[in-house]
Nanobody, 128 residues
Framework: QMPLIESGGGLVQAGGSLRLSCEASGRTFSGYTMGWFRQAPGKEREFVAAITRQGVVTYYTDSVKGRFTISRDNAKNTVYLQMNSLKPEDTAVYYC?????????????????????WGRGTQVTVSS
């Protein structure tokens, strides 16, 4: 098991910012690709961002490019998602995920290739 605990969600006005955090425990954090996904009401869960094990390469879904930034601190076993210029359509439950596969796979192969470890999610609500 690899418990993942998200925090940092909340209610924000359109144009505002939030930073999500996801702290991992129980395994060697630096050995895992980390990512963020989201699920809006009535929609399927979708990929948002992924980062390689050493944090060198990142991937984003097109709708968040230029607004969201994923980063990680392996010394703190934590991955972050900085979200700027938030829009109402960003409203969703955001989930942290961990995988032993590549970040490229995480960004392109979901949901056919499902990350094995998930957090419970944190709600982000963007008001117009």
């Amino acid at each position: 098991q690899m418990p993942l605990i998200e925090s940092g969600g909340g209610l924000v006005q359109a144009g505002g910012s939030l930073r999500l955090s996801c702290e991992a425990s129980g395994r060697t954090f630096s050995g895992y690709t980390m990512g963020w996904f989201r699920q809006a009401p009535g929609k399927e869960r979708e990929f948002v961002a992924a980062i390689t094990r050493q944090g060198v390469v990142t991937y984003y879904t097109d709708s968040v490019k230029g607004r969201f930034t994923i980063s990680r601190d392996n010394a703190k076993n934590t991955v972050y998602l900085q979200m700027n210029s938030l829009k109402p359509e960003d409203t969703a439950v955001y989930y942290c995920a961990a995988s032993t596969g590549s970040a490229l796979d995480m960004s392109t192969m979901y949901p056919s290739k499902d990350p094995p470890y998930w957090g419970r999610g944190t709600q982000v609500t963007v008001s117009s």
